[in-house]
C-alpha cells in the first residue's frame, strides 16, 4: 500500500485579508517608532535625543517618531527649602543653633540641570555657607538684635548664587535662634533687671512730678492767699456732701479772742 500522504489546504488570501494584515503590520512599526508626551501645566520637560538636548517643552501634548528620546520634567511652581538647624559660632565663640527658611524657583530648567547634579542640594550649600560667614562675624548681642534684618542680607548674598543655577531665591528669613540654656539664662535676668528699673524710674518721675506740683500750689498758694480760703471751702464742701462726717472747724485768732471776751462780759 502507498503511503498515506496528508494534503496541505492553501487558504486563498483575499485582498481584505492582505489589507488586514498590513494595517497590523504596519500599526506594530508605528507603535515602535512613535512615542507621545504630555506636558501638565507649571512644569516643563526637557527633549533630549540620543543624550543631545533638542528643546523645552511647555505644556501639551506632543508627538516623536524614531527612536533614542528621553525627557526631563521640571516643576515650575514656587518651592519651599528648609535648613536644618545649624550649629555656629559668634564672634565671641559662643555655639548657637540657627535654622532658615526660603522659597524658590525654576528660571531656567536648560541651566538647572546642566550648571549642577542636583540644583536643590546645591542651593542648600549656599545657605549654608552664607549663614555661617554671617553668624561668625556677629556676636551673640549683635545676632539677637538682628534677627529681623540678616534674613535680607542672607537672601541677597544667596540670590547671585541662585540665579547662576537657573533658580529665583524669592524668600530666605531666619526662623529660629536657639541659644545655650545659660545664656537664655543671663538674658532673663537681665531683662527682669531692666523692667524692675525702668518701674523705678517710672515710680521715681511720679514722685518728682508731685513734689514739683505741691511745690508750685505752695507758691501759688503764698502769692494769693485768698486762693487758699477757697480751696478750704471746696474742699469742707465736698467733704460735707457725705452723711456721718464730724467736722471741727477753728477760727482765725483774732475772731477768737473777740468771741472769747464778748462770752466773758
Known sequence: MAPHQT?????????????????????????????????????????????????????????FWGRGHSFVELDTRLQPITLQTQELTTSEGLSVKVTAVGLYKIDDPV???????????????????????LVNGLS?????????TIGPRLLEEVKRGATQ?????????????ILPSE????????WRTEKEARAELEQARGKAASV??????????????????????????????????TFIVGLPEDKALSLQGKTNS
Open 140 to 148: 551673640t548681642e549683635e545676632l539677637i538684635a538682628s534677627t529681623r
Open 111 to 133: 541651566l538647572a540641570i546642566s550648571s549642577t547634579t542636583s540644583y536643590s542640594d546645591t542651593l542648600y550649600t549656599l545657605i549654608q555657607l552664607a549663614l555661617r560667614d
Open 183 to 190: 545664656v537664655k539664662a543671663a538674658l532673663s535676668a537681665t
Open 212 to 245: 514739683r506740683a505741691l511745690a508750685n500750689s505752695a507758691k501759688l498758694y503764698t502769692e494769693n492767699p485768698e486762693l487758699l480760703k477757697i480751696r478750704y471751702f471746696e474742699t469742707l464742701e465736698k467733704m460735707s456732701s457725705t452723711y456721718g462726717n
Open 7 to 63: 494534503q496541505k489546504q492553501h487558504i486563498p488570501m483575499t485582498p481584505i485579508t492582505l489589507t488586514a494584515i498590513l494595517l497590523i503590520i504596519v500599526w506594530i512599526i508605528w507603535l515602535k517608532i512613535h512615542i507621545t508626551v504630555q506636558v501638565l501645566a507649571d512644569r516643563q520637560k526637557l527633549h533630549y535625543r540620543h543624550g543631545k538636548l533638542q528643546a523645552t517643552l511647555n505644556s501639551g501634548r506632543y508627538t
Open 165 to 177: 543655577l537657573g533658580l529665583n531665591l524669592t524668600e530666605l528669613t531666619i526662623r529660629d535662634i
